[in-house]
Structure formats: structure tokens, C-alpha cells
């Protein structure tokens, strides 16, 4: 594409027209664009729209944002279309200077698009860079230019995230000596210089506020360059460094943080940004640090307790809680020690942030999946109130009896406090409850824990019971929350009967309109039915659950109507639980696949939650398997509600759910008698389309589909072609590495469930495709998997015709695959039928075929009995080695679902050898029987051939079955 | 054979993270971008305050420190070099001596100086006027004045020392055989701070072809001498490059240079010939296999047993460690359970641990993490030492760089190498002990650090705990140690190996029944 009037135009005309309202020119652009970006040089002429100024801003900040994205995918040169060398050499030498003259958003995504090219050629691919940026910065600085100061700082430090979290290795500490021996010096003195500006310009609101972005930012450079080591330079500068952190911790800057609350909340990122500089200091370098340390616990400590006492600056008050956390684990933990410092502590700085916000109760009302997902599900690690508790736990690490002593009044205190007036006080309860709770430890099993802080079967009896038993289900919701947390993280302590006689209360509360109260309700009874005494024995029982099952499902079902709680996920999961467990009559059955589909129906419209989805179908799963297992006169009626449902998730492509459609269609064929109905072949052919297989989200649900048609109606695969459409799709399958195992999975059912006269004329071509890929790409998966395809080819239709048949590819090549594949890959099958079945199929060989017992074969056959003897003898942890896992990186086809198994609509495992019980035995067996004919003929093979620890196992296992060898 | 999931190759997901890393020998990286901890003041460059020898003739005032205001020291400096400029100049009688004084004169400025005027004689011009001083012929005073001038001038900031660059081939081509000792040993010394700089001075100082005479100055047994040379080699192989390390040992004399040395001399020289064998068993496979086949372990073992200077100590522990990291013959072979060495080298580490400084304390925890990396009967021998206790304790109270090292040990007395199948498997009677002397908890504390070294080896350790202990005691005492949340916290890491380790432990130790962790 080259650079003239015309591209302008017409670059303009696309990135307008994507802007477009209309469908129809929008599409149309987009596809423009997207085939100019195969030309060469596209990337580059984006990129002097961006900077062209007579352009619309608009249409150039839409450019700005294609120009990145095509970077994303064309800058590595392993992606599909790489931008050429040439073309990258001048973008680089472009963006730096655009970057810093365009506008803020502009700017954002130009600074973007470069990390994405520091990510990859950063910095020993664009020497020119780093030079560049600094003697930038030095002019910006010179010049107050503090938009462009904050610019380049900003690139920097996303150039420089690289370092962190990263293992040490010699090659990113050669890359970050080479930033340090470019950057630290510089760093410094920018740090200093917008000290001193700082200072000048205490009363410019506006400039001010450009000056502590900038060192925000350059605390975070900081961050990077110090994040894998303690470079020289920060060492040998530790004083100037730690005595500008300690500023910003100690000055106020009224000019901003008096302006309103994003004013203090800059400065506040900034106070946070030096609280994580020094909490890495103090973990990692403590050596160095301890000179400034008591300093800088003064200072934190002095902020936490304003800070604590304000709402909001949450941001702040959970960095510098950090940074005390990590001093009380630390040696220093002594500096915490005192009676006085822990009972400031508990009272000034821990209870003031538990205690509930209005933040905290805005969050409960307008995001309840949100407030879960921090309360309950443990991302809450960055909120004040779980940071509050971990400095609790820090420095209950060495104090541990002072701390519960104190916490404990702590909370009888709040409950005092509670009692004294209910209605006011509430938030003194909800505080108590939220202490105990997450003091607790989390014990095995999920979420249950223990704690020393209370005596939880009494703290159960009097705190939360009467919350639970509270009549109006929506009165105090923040209350009846915890009391519900409270029970499920403590269900396994709670005794049976107690559980028992509150779990009507707690159905109660799946009806309240409140979206966290009834889902902590549906979480509760979940959980609640997953508890186990023992380890093994489910405490609570469909006996238990039975006598309130319909009202139950009838809240369940009624929670889902309430607004924003459509695709509740906790209600959602809690009906496929009790599905799992409740007896299923059909009274239950009937309103419940009824209940199911309408929301089927209703989520195929636009599938949003996956978690929600994927239980929904868990649970028509289960209920179609319980349900039909026990009364198969259900099918047709469950049929004719999920069909249609499922026909148009096919129709309508709602590629999301045709993993899920396809292991359900499998599911409905398992249940019919056959032979299968007519519709249901219909569905038959459109799984023989190719284009399905395509995506392998559908690759596993699609074999788990066609295996139930193959065992439920053989003959109709003979029909119009399809047996041959069916191979068809073998072949793909087994032509990539990535799908060989499912192209078997295919391909096993079929010799397993037709007659050798259906499929001869297709076996020659059959193995030899698959001998092919052996050559051009030997897996160990592969050769385990033909092997496998070899034992069950042979059990169902003869030795002899398995040899004849490969045979017919080329003359005598049986003979070398036994010699080169099977025998030596033996013992690298796994899995019990698997083990077994090539056990099986290898000793009948071994015994039974003329090729193996011709004496001049006998070290063929040596060589079988070891590998068999191999495999039933050892376990196979100690035969099977571990493989590098084949990386593919197989073509993408549009949008990707993913496949998830659907636990209840899956199959039991199928023995095709069902006759056999004991495959040690049978082989020793079928083997005594032969060497009772040739007497005398094995045992010096066996001595020759078999190795002496395969010997001695071998003549174990003919003990023990009271067998031998002669 | 209908499930697909039937024939998917059953593995253990677990044994994975533990194995390899479990039981590594450690070496520190080649490249570093923290400062050199080598404890002995000025080590990298070193300013010449007193001559290389005593019985040169120097005039008695110079002995005194030179206390002037910062700017009369840098008129007294430009004169001086104008002086030096003059006397070049100069053809006439006493021409020589007239050249030995102006430099004197400089030198006593540049070297008695509390802060030397080294950017002052720069900027007058001194780097060629002292170049052309050191033209050959010269007389030996003349050529130590002017190379002590050097010297002092590349002890300076970074871009003074780049500013000898035009005076680096008379330098080295001083410290050949046919230069004076007490010359070339000055001339050793400027460029020992000059191959301090930086990796770009090394390489043209190797490429000048000055690592070969420096290597034979270390073979006489002058101590001075010697000591400079070692120092100077130190500064010039110390990479990141292994090249000139490798090119070091294979000069013939060298080895053995090296271990008459460390076998006979006082303490002061033994550090230096210490640090240069920190830098070949640091860089070179090839020294490291070279060195391991003497008996220069049994030379390292007896200083660190007999020595109590932390100078001394610092590069005989970290020359060890890196030989028992570098080369496996040193554990087969040379520190074999039942040898006398063995033991030795064993009691001299425990010394270290007992120590006072943290340096020696986390440096002998490194080199036992590497002995506790070698066979079990190594294991053995240290569980059964002293050092039990120590490692018990200062895993639960050192600071955390002892902390993380000691971790190391334990991790590593856990495991037992990996035998031929590949799989590595713990030693129960280790793995109990340390767990009932409550070990578990410092683990579970590096788990919730930052540094993500520390994390992953306290996750190993609670992997071993959780497979290795029977009845489920494992998952009660991780339980118990609030290890879960801890573990819980990678839930979302950015470092995927991390987060998947982690995540592994809880679904596989304490997940619950399908279906509530997707």
C-alpha cells in the first residue's frame, strides 16, 4: 500500500464508515480493511493517518485503535502474516515522535501499540528506543512539557512490567542491566527534578496534578527495576530514594487533595505506589531497608489512622496495611509487640476498616455479583476489610494469644454494642460476624474452616440462628447475608439436627428479593449437600431434603425470576445439585424439565454467563439421566421438550452450546431402544458435516455423539454413503497431531460394532492413511493408539484377518509393525481396558498365529512375551514415561467455544472384552495351554529373550495361578 | 474403550513441579545487576595510596595526607600537569629527573588526597602526557610514577577511567617480562581498575592480549606481587562472557599457580587467588571440571575450617558452592559420604551458619543446599549433623534472604535425586522430621512472600508434605498452617507456573466434589 491522496482517502472513508451507524457501510468497511491489511505496508500507512493533522480527530483515533489491534496480531513474526521487516524498521523509527504530539487518546493508544512492539522487540531488537525516550524525557523536562513527561513515563513503564514476576534467568537480567545502565540514573534525577517542581508549583492545581502523575509513575519504574534484584545503582542511592518516598507519605499537597476526591485519590496512588516500593524493600531487602524502617512504619502508620477514619482512599489504606502486615511477619515483628501497638491496632486501625462502608452497601445493592465474588469467593484480597484481617493473622505469627485475646473483645464488644440498640447497631454485628468468619482457617474440602476466636456451636446458637429465623426475608439484608455465610463456611461443624431444623428457614430465604440474600441461600443448601462425614458418607440425603423438595425447586425456580438474578449462577448450581441428589418422581420431574428448557430457550438468545450455562445443562443432564434411569417411560416426554430447544441451538448456530447440544443428543440416543428413531437421523447427517469438525470445542462432543449412533443403530450407517462420510471425518481427524486421538475414537466404534464385510473395502485405505501419518509424524499417542485400534481389530475379527488385511497395503508390512510398533510400544498403553485389551490381543497372537509360531520367528515372539509380561506385571506409573506434550498451534475457525464435559450426560466406560475378567490370568492361561503342546520349546526362548526381571514375574504369575510353562 | 476419555495417557499431574527444581544444585547467575557483595572495602578499584614497594625511594612529606580546600588542589592539579607538559618539553640536562619530579608531584596529589582531583588532571590533559611517559626505555622511576598516576586516575568515576584507553597497550605491554617487577605490578594494578569498569573494557583489554602476562605474574611467590596480579585477573575475567575464564586455565601454570597459593600464603593473598577461582568455577564449565580434579576443594575446605576472616571466607564459600554446583564429580567424587573431607567440609559450613554475619550465614546455607542436592547418602550425613538444628531455626527466625537459602536445604534433604526412570521421590524419615519441628510454617510463610523463587520452593515443600505424609496428615497440618489460603492466593497470579502449581495442590488435595471449582 503506498502512501499518495489516494490511500488517505480512502484509509479516511473506511475509518469513518466504520464509525457508521448503518450495517451495511459499516460491514463493508471493515471488510476493506481487513483485506488492506494483507497488503504490505499497511500498518505503516495507518499510522501516518494517525499523525495527519487536516484528518478528523475521530476518524483518526479510530485508526489509532486499528493500528494497534493490527500490531497485535502481525508484529511477531510466527503470526500468519507478519509485517516485513522493512515496514517494522520504519514504524519504529515513527511512532516515538507521534506518540508524543498526539492528543490524550491517541496518545493512549499509540502508547499502546508500542508496548506491543516492546513486548517483542524490546530491547535487543530497537537499540534505538531507550536512547530515544530518555533524551525525550530530558527535553519534556527542560521544557515543563509535563503532558509529554507523563507520556513517556507511561511508555517506559509499561516497557519495563516485563520484569516483574518473571524467574531470574541470564538472558532477562542481560535485558535488565541493559534498562538500568540506560534508566536508573535517569529515573533518579526525574524523580528529583519533579521534587523540585512539586515544591514550586504547590499552589498550580493543574500542574500539580501533571507533577505527582509523573512520579506515581516513576515509583512504578521503580517497581520493575527492583523487582528481581537490588540493582547498584538503588543501593548505592538508597538515602536520596527512601527520603523521596517518605515525603510523599509524610506532605500533604492541599492545592490537590482538597480539590474533591479524584484529587486525593491521585495523590493517594501515588502514597500507594511508594507503600508497594517499600513493602518489596522490606520483604526482599530488608538488610538494606532496616536503617529506614522505623521511619517509614511512623509515617504509614500515621497516614493509616487519617486514612482509616475517612471513607473511601481505599487504594491507599490496603497498600499501607500491606507494608505493616509484612513488617509483623517479618524479624522486625518485635516493633508490634507492645500491649498498647496491638490494642491500637485492633481498635484504630483494624475495626474502623471491617466495619461496613457505604461503599460497602452500595456494592451490595447495585452489584451483587460483584460483592460476592470479594465476600465470599476470596478475590477480596485487595479490599481494606480482608487486608484489616491479614495484618490481624501477620501478627498473630508470633503474638498469636495476645491477638485473639483481643479480637475476642473485640467482638463481645460488638455485640454489646448490637444488643444495646439492634436496629442502629447492626453494623457492630455485621462486623463481629465478618471477624470471625475470615479468621477462621480454611480447612480441606472448599470452604470450611475452624477458629479459636469463638466457641462456633454457641456463637451459631445465639448470633446467628435469630438472624436466620428473622420473619421478613428482607429486612437487614447485610445481616441475613453473613448469617448465611456464617453457616455455610461453618456447615461442617454445625451438628445435623441444628442444620436440619434451620434448612426450611433457609429455603425461606431463596424468596427474598434481595439478589445476595437468596443466593448465599441457594449457595448454602449446595454446599450444605456436599458435605461428607467420614470423607465418604454424604451427611445430608435425598431422605433429608425430600420432604421440603417441592417447595425447594419452586424457590429456586422463583429466585430466577427476580430481576438480575435471570442467570444467578448460585441459583442455578444449587437446582443441579439438589437434581444430583433429590428422588426424582415424575411430579418433581415434569415442572422441573418444563422450568429448564424455558431458561434454555431463553439464554440461547445470548449465552452471557458460562458458569450459569454450564450448570443449566449439568442439570437437564442430570435430571434426564436420574429421571429416565428410573422410569424410562419419561424419554418420549423429556424428548419432546429438549429436542426443539436443541434443534434450534443447531439451527440458529449458537456455537457456544453445540458441545453441550451434542453430548445431551448423545445422551436422548443412549436412552432409546433401537432402533432410533427417525428424527434423531436426521440429526445423524447433520453431524456428518464437515464443517463442524472444524472447531475443536465440538471435536470431542461430536465423537461422544456419533459413538451413540454407532452402537445404537449400525445398519443405518450403511446407508447413502455415510459410512463413508464418517471416515471421511476419520481422516481429517487423524491427519493432525491434535486430533489423532479423537479421529480413534471415530474410528474404534466401527470396528468394534460392524462386520468386517461392511468395512473391508475401506481397511486398506484406512491403514494406510494411518500408516502414513506414522511415518510423518510419530507421536507416542499415535502409536499408542494404533495399537490399541490394532488389539480391537483383532479380538472382533481374527487374527487373520487383521494380518491379511494390512497386508494388502503392502506385502509382509504386518510383520514390521509388529516389530517396530507394537512390541516395542507395548508397554506404553495405559488405562485399565486399554491394558487390558492389548494385553488380550497380544497373547492371542502370540499363541495362536501361524506367523509367530514358525520357529524362525522365535525372537518375534521372545521379544511379544516380554513386552506382554512388561505390561501386566508393572504398574504402570513405573513403565510409562512422561512425554512432552506435542505443542500445536492448530488454524483458529472464527469463534472459539470450548468444550466442557458434561459430568452426567456422560458414558460409562464400554469393555469390549467384557468375557474376560482377568487378562493375567487368561494370558497365563492361553500360554500354559501352548507350551503344553510343544513342550520344551519355549523355555529357551523365554531364557534367551525375556529379561531376567520379566522372567521371575512371569513365573509369579504362573504361581499364582497355579499354571506352568514347560 | 467408548469413553474418550479412556485412552488419554493417565498422568500424575503432581510429580511435575517438584522433581526437577526440588533437588537442583544452584548456581548464581553469571549475569548480575546487584552489587557485588564482596565485603572488602574498595574491591572493584582501588586507589594507590602507598607505593607497590616500600624501599622506592619516596620523600618522607609525601607520607602526609594532602587537606586543601577542594580548589586549591585543582589549581595545585593543572599546574602540576602543566609542570609535567614543561618538563616533556624539556631536552636539556637533568631532563629526566626534572619529568620524575613534575610527575611525582601529580602522583602526590592524585594518591594523598582525600578526594582526589582525578577529573581536574583529565580535563588539564594528563592521560598522554603519562601515556608518552610510559614510553619503553624509560627509567623505572619515571615509568612507576606515571603508571601510579594511571592507576589512581582509573580508580575515578566510570568516564575517567574510559579515559585511559589510549594509555591501555603501553600498560600492558609493561606487565611483560621485560618491565621491572615493581613496573609491571603498578601497570597491574591500573588495569585491574580499569577491567573493573565495565565488560567493554575487559573485552579490549583481552583483545590488547592482557590476560596472559597477568596470569604469569601470579607465578612467582612475591606476596605483593601476586596479591595485584590475583586482583587485577579477578576484575578481567569476571564476564558475563566465560571466554576469558576458560582462556585463564588452560595456561599452563596457572593451576597450579593457584593452588601453591591457596596452600601456602598469608590470608590477604589467599582472598585474591580465592576471588579469581570464584570466577573461573562462577563462569567456565571447563576451569570448573579442571579445578574439581585437584586438590583444590581440600585446600578451600581446610581455609574455611582454619580462617576467621570474613574476607577470606566470603570467596573460599562461594568458590565451593560453585564447584559443587558446577561439576557433579565434586559430589561423586570428591565430597564422598565416609571421606574425611566430607566431614570437614561439613563442620566448617556449620561454623558458618553459627556465625555472626548474615553474609556467611546465607552464602554456607547456598553451599549446603548444593551438597543437599547430591546423593542420599549426602542427605544423610547432613541430617544426621549439627546442623539440624541450626537449619530448623533459622528457617523459622532469619531474615528472609537466610530464610529463602535455608529453605533450599530443606527442600533439597527432602527429595532423593531422581533415579533412572526420571522420577524423584521424597524421603519420608526427612520429610517427617522436619515437618514435626514445625518447618511446615516457614515454608508456608515463603509461599506468601513476593519473591516468586521463595514462593515456588515453599509450594514444593507443601506438595512433598501433602504426598508424602500418610493419612491424610499432610492436608491437616497444611490446614492447620493456614497453607490453603495461602495457596488460594495464586488463584489469579500472573505467573502462570505459579498459579498452575498452586492451583493443582488445591483441587487436587482439597477440592471438593465435582462440580463447585470450575
Same mark, same amino acid.
Request: net charge negative.
Given at each position: 500500500m503506498e502512501w499518495n491522496p489516494q490511500t488517505l482517502q480512502f484509509l479516511s472513508q473506511c475509518f469513518l464508515d466504520t464509525l457508521s451507524p448503518q450495517p451495511e457501510p459499516r460491514r463493508r468497511a471493515e471488510k476493506n480493511l481487513s483485506d488492506a491489511a494483507d497488503t504490505s505496508n499497511y500498518g505503516l500507512a495507518v499510522l501516518r493517518l494517525v499523525a495527519e493533522p487536516s484528518v478528523d480527530e475521530q476518524i483518526r483515533q479510530s485508526a489509532a485503535v486499528n493500528f494497534k489491534n493490527h500490531l497485535k496480531t502481525r508484529w511477531v513474526p510466527s503470526s500468519a502474516t507478519p509485517i516485513s521487516d522493512a515496514e517494522k524498521e520504519q514504524i519504529k523509527q515513527l511512532i516515538v515522535p507521534l506518540m508524543l504530539s498526539a492528543s490524550p487518546k491517541i496518545q493512549a493508544q499509540l502508547s499502546e501499540a508500542l508496548a506491543v512492539i516492546g513486548n517483542h522487540d524490546f530491547p535487543k531488537l530497537w537499540p534505538a528506543l531507550l536512547p530515544e525516550l530518555k533524551s525525550n524525557l530530558e527535553t519534556a523536562l527542560n521544557a515543563s512539557d509535563f503532558a509529554s513527561v507523563n507520556g513517556i513515563l507511561a511508555t517506559v513503564n509499561s516497557l519495563f512490567k516485563k520484569f516483574r514476576h518473571q524467574y531470574k534467568s541470564d538472558p532477562i537480567l542481560l535485558d535488565l542491566k541493559y534498562c538500568l545502565d540506560n534508566f536508573a540514573a535517569p529515573l533518579l534525577s526525574t524523580v528529583e527534578s519533579i521534587s523540585v517542581k512539586i515544591n514550586a508549583a504547590a499552589a498550580l492545581a493543574a500542574t500539580l496534578r501533571q507533577l505527582i502523575e509523573a512520579q506515581r509513575l516513576c515509583c512504578r519504574i521503580f517497581y520493575s527495576l527492583n523487582y528481581l534484584d537490588l540493582p547498584e545503582f538503588f543501593e548505592d542511592n538508597a538515602d536520596k530514594w527512601m527520603s523521596q518516598f517518605k515525603n510523599y507519605l509524610t506532605m500533604r499537597y492541599p492545592a490537590v487533595e482538597d480539590s474533591g476526591a479524584d484529587g486525593l485519590a491521585l495523590v493517594d496512588e501515588l502514597r500507594a505506589a511508594v507503600c508497594d516500593n517499600i513493602s518489596h524493600y522490606m520483604e526482599k531487602e530488608e538488610e538494606l531497608f532496616q536503617k529506614y524502617l522505623s521511619g517509614f512504619v511512623e509515617a504509614v502508620w500515621s497516614l493509616l489512622v487519617v486514612a482509616s477514619a475517612s471513607p473511601s482512599r481505599e487504594r491507599l489504606t490496603v497498600t499501607a496495611i500491606k507494608f505493616l502486615t509484612i513488617v509483623s511477619t517479618s524479624v522486625h515483628h518485635a516493633l508490634f509487640a507492645g500491649d498498647e501497638i496491638l490494642q491500637q491496632i485492633t481498635q484504630s486501625i483494624v475495626i474502623p476498616n471491617v466495619m461496613l462502608r457505604d461503599e460497602d452497601e452500595e456494592l451490595f445493592e447495585m452489584n451483587y455479583v460483584e460483592f460476592i465474588r470479594r465476600d465470599m469467593e476470596g478475590s477480596d484480597l485487595d479490599t481494606r476489610r480482608r487486608i484489616a484481617c491479614e495484618l490481624l493473622k501477620g501478627i498473630a505469627g508470633n503474638y498469636k494469644d495476645k491477638i485473639t485475646e483481643r479480637v475476642s473483645a473485640q467482638i463481645h464488644n460488638c455485640l454489646a454494642l448490637f444488643a444495646e440498640n439492634p436496629a442502629a447497631n447492626w453494623k457492630y454485628k455485621d462486623c463481629a460476624i465478618y471477624l470471625v468468619v475470615s479468621l477462621a482457617t480454611k480447612k480441606a474440602g472448599g470452604a470450611s474452616v475452624s477458629t479459636d476466636l469463638v466457641d462456633v456451636e454457641s456463637f451459631f446458637r445465639s448470633v446467628i440462628v435469630p438472624e436466620l429465623q428473622g420473619q421478613d426475608v428482607n429486612a437487614f439484608p447485610m445481616l441475613k447475608a453473613g448469617a448465611l455465610k456464617f453457616f455455610t463456611m461453618f456447615r461442617v461443624l454445625i451438628p445435623k439436627p441444628i442444620a436440619m431444623a434451620l434448612l426450611g428457614d433457609v429455603v425461606r430465604f431463596l424468596s427474598s428479593d434481595v439478589n445476595v440474600v437468596h443466593s448465599y441461600a441457594a449457595s448454602c443448601i449446595e454446599k450444605l449437600l456436599l458435605v461428607k462425614d467420614n470423607g465418604v458418607q454424604s451427611r445430608y440425603t435425598s431422605l433429608d431434603i425430600g420432604p421440603m423438595l417441592l417447595v425447594l425447586m419452586t424457590n429456586l425456580f422463583g429466585a430466577l425470576e427476580k430481576p438480575e438474578s435471570e442467570e444467578n449462577q448460585y441459583i442455578m448450581r444449587c437446582i443441579m445439585r439438589v437434581l444430583q441428589i433429590a428422588d426424582i418422581s415424575p411430579e418433581v420431574a415434569s415442572p422441573c424439565i418444563t422450568g429448564l428448557t424455558t431458561v434454555l430457550n431463553r439464554v440461547c438468545e445470548n449465552p452471557k454467563n458460562p458458569v450459569f450455562n454450564h450448570c443449566l445443562f449439568e442439570a437437564i443432564a442430570t435430571l434426564v439421566r436420574r429421571a429416565c434411569e428410573k422410569n424410562p417411560s419419561l424419554v418420549p416426554a423429556f424428548e419432546t421438550c429438549l429436542l426443539p430447544s436443541l434443534q434450534m441451538i443447531l439451527a440458529k448456530e449458537v456455537t457456544e452450546f453445540f458441545p453441550y447440544a451434542f453430548q445431551l443428543l448423545a445422551q436422548l440416543v443412549d436412552l432409546n431402544r433401537p432402533p432410533v428413531p427417525p428424527h434423531y437421523m436426521q440429526i445423524f447427517d447433520i453431524l456428518l458435516t464437515p464443517d463442524l469438525w472444524d472447531k475443536s470445542a465440538n471435536v470431542p462432543a461430536l465423537v461422544r455423539l456419533l459413538q451413540s449412533f454407532l452402537q445404537q443403530a449400525p445398519n443405518e450407517l450403511n446407508r447413502d454413503g455415510r459410512l463413508r462420510n464418517v471416515l471421511g471425518i476419520f481422516n481429517k481427524l487423524v491427519s493432525k497431531p491434535s486430533t489423532e486421538e479423537q479421529g480413534f475414537h471415530v474410528l474404534n466404534p466401527i470396528i468394534e460394532n460392524l462386520g468386517y464385510d461392511v468395512m473391508a473395502e475401506y481397511m486398506s485405505h484406512i491403514w494406510s492413511s494411518l500408516f502414513t501419518r506414522l511415518q510423518n509424524s510419530k507421536t507416542p499417542r499415535l502409536v499408542r493408539c494404533l495399537i490399541i485400534l490394532m488389539s480391537l481389530f483383532l479380538v472382533k475379527h481374527g487374527i487373520q484377518t487383521l494380518i491379511d488385511s494390512i497386508n494388502s497395503v503392502q506385502a509382509n508390512l504386518f510383520h514390521l509393525i509388529l516389530e517396530q510398533i507394537w512390541i516395542p510400544n507395548l508397554k506404553t498403553i495405559t488405562g485399565n481396558t486399554e491394558v487390558k485389551l492389548s494385553a488380550v490381543a497380544s497373547t492371542k497372537l502370540l499363541c495362536e498365529s501361524p506367523l509367530l509360531l514358525d520357529p524362525a520367528a522365535e525372537k518375534l515372539w521372545g521379544n511379544l512375551l516380554d513386552g506382554i509380561v512388561t505390561l501386566l506385571s508393572q504398574p504402570e506409573e513405573e513403565r510409562v514415561e512422561d512425554e512432552p506434550e506435542v505443542p500445536d498451534f492448530g488454524e483458529a475457525t472464527g469463534y472459539q467455544a470450548t468444550f466442557v464435559r458434561l459430568h452426567n450426560a456422560g458414558k460409562k466406560e464400554e469393555d469390549p472384552l467384557k468375557e474376560i475378567r482377568d487378562p493375567k490370568h487368561f494370558s497365563v492361561a492361553l500360554l500354559a495351554n501352548l507350551s503344553a503342546q510343544f513342550r520344551g520349546r519355549f523355555p529357551p526362548i523365554i531364557a534367551r529373550y525375556v529379561s531376567p526381571a520379566n522372567q521371575a514375574a512371569l513365573l509369579q504369575l504362573c504361581n499364582s495361578y497355579n499354571l506352568t510353562i514347560a | 474403550m467408548a469413553d474418550e476419555s479412556a485412552a488419554t495417557p493417565r498422568r500424575d499431574p503432581i510429580k511435575n513441579p517438584v522433581g526437577n527444581t526440588a533437588a537442583q544444585r544452584r548456581r548464581q547467575n553469571a549475569v548480575s545487576v546487584g552489587k557485588e557483595r564482596r565485603e572488602a572495602l574498595f574491591r572493584t578499584k582501588r586507589l594507590?595510596? +602507598?607505593? +607497590? $614497594? $616500600?624501599?622506592?625511594? +619516596?620523600?618522607?612529606? $609525601?607520607d602526609m595526607m594532602i587537606e586543601e580546600e577542594q580548589s586549591i588542589l585543582e589549581a595545585q592539579t593543572s599546574s602540576a600537569v602543566e609542570e609535567l607538559k614543561n618538563a616533556i618539553a624539556f631536552q636539556g640536562k637533568g631532563a629526566v629527573q626534572k619529568k620524575v619530579n613534575a610527575l611525582r608531584e601529580l602522583r602526590r596529589l592524585l594518591s594523598r588526597s582525600e578526594f582526589p582531583p582525578i577529573e581536574t588532571a583529565i580535563t588539564s590533559g594528563a592521560i598522554p602526557l603519562l601515556a608518552q611517559c610510559l614510553s619503553f626505555g624509560s627509567q623505572d622511576e619515571q615509568l612507576l610514577e606515571a603508571a601510579w598516576c594511571l592507576t589512581n586516575i582509573a580508580a575515578g568515576r566510570p568516564e575517567e577511567t574510559r579515559a585511559l584507553l589510549p594509555a591501555l597497550p603501553l600498560l600492558i605491554a609493561h606487565i611483560g617480562e621485560k618491565s621491572s617487577m615493581l613496573v609491571a605490578e603498578q601497570c597491574a594494578w591500573a588495569l585491574g581498575n580499569v577491567a573493573g569498569e565495565g565488560e567493554d573494557l575487559r573485552h579490549i583489554l583481552i583483545s590488547q592480549g592482557a590476560l596472559l602476562p597477568l596470569a604469569k605474574m601470579m607465578f612467582p611467590n612475591k606476596g605483593s606481587t601476586v596479591r595485584t596480579a590475583g586482583w587485577a585477573l579477578s576484575n578481567l575475567i569476571k564476564g558475563p562472557d566465560p571466554k576469558a575464564a576458560t582462556e585463564l586455565i588452560k595456561i599452563d601454570g596457572v593451576v597450579e599457580a593457584i593452588l601453591r597459593h591457596l596452600r601456602k600464603s598469608d590470608e590477604e593473598l589467599a582472598t585474591e587467588i580465592a576471588w579469581v577461582v570464584v570466577y573461573l568455577s562462577a563462569l567456565s564449565p571447563v576451569a570448573t571440571s579442571v579445578l574439581v580434579k585437584t586438590d583444590l576443594l581440600q585446600l578451600l575446605v581446610e581455609r574455611l575450617a582454619t580462617s576467621n576472616s570474613l574476607q577470606l571466607l566470603i570467596p573460599v564459600l562461594r568458590s565451593l558452592g560453585n564447584l559443587i554446583a558446577g561439576d557433579t564429580y565434586t559430589t561423586n567424587a570428591v565430597l564422598v559420604p565416609g571421606h574425611e573431607i566430607t566431614d570437614s567440609i561439613i563442620l566448617a559450613l556449620i561454623k558458618c551458619l553459627k556465625s555472626e554475619h548474615r553474609v556467611l550465614k546465607k552464602e554456607a546455607a547456598w553451599v549446603l543446599s548444593n551438597i543437599a542436592a547430591g546423593s542420599v547418602g549426602h542427605k544423610q550425613l547432613i541430617y544426621k549433623s549439627e546442623a539440624m538444628p541450626l537449619l530448623i531455626q533459622l528457617l523459622t527466625t532469619a531474615p528472609f534472604d537466610i530464610k529463602k537459602e535455608v529453605a533450599y536445604v530443606v527442600g533439597n534433604l527432602c527429595v532423593a535425586p531422581a533415579d533412572g526412570s526420571g522420577r524423584p521421590s521424597l524421603i519420608f524419615d526427612h520429610l517427617v522430621s522436619f515437618v514435626k519441628s514445625g518447618c511446615l510454617r516457614g515454608f508456608i510463610d515463603l509461599v506468601r512472600s513476593a519473591d516468586i523463587e521463595a514462593a515456588r520452593l515453599g509450594l514444593q515443600f507443601m506438595e512433598l508434605v501433602l504426598r508424602g505424609l500418610p493419612n491424610g496428615e499432610g492436608q491437616k497440618l497444611v490446614e492447620k498452617e493456614d497453607g490453603i489460603d495461602a495457596m488460594e492466593r495464586f488463584q489469579f497470579h500472573e505467573n502462570e507456573d505459579l498459579r498452575i502449581m498452586a492451583n493443582q495442590l488445591v483441587d487436587k488435595y482439597f477440592g471438593e466434589d465435582y462440580g463447585l471449582d470450575e
Open positions: - | 594507590c595510596r +602507598v607505593g +607497590v $614497594s $616500600s624501599d622506592m625511594d +619516596v620523600p618522607d612529606d $609525601s
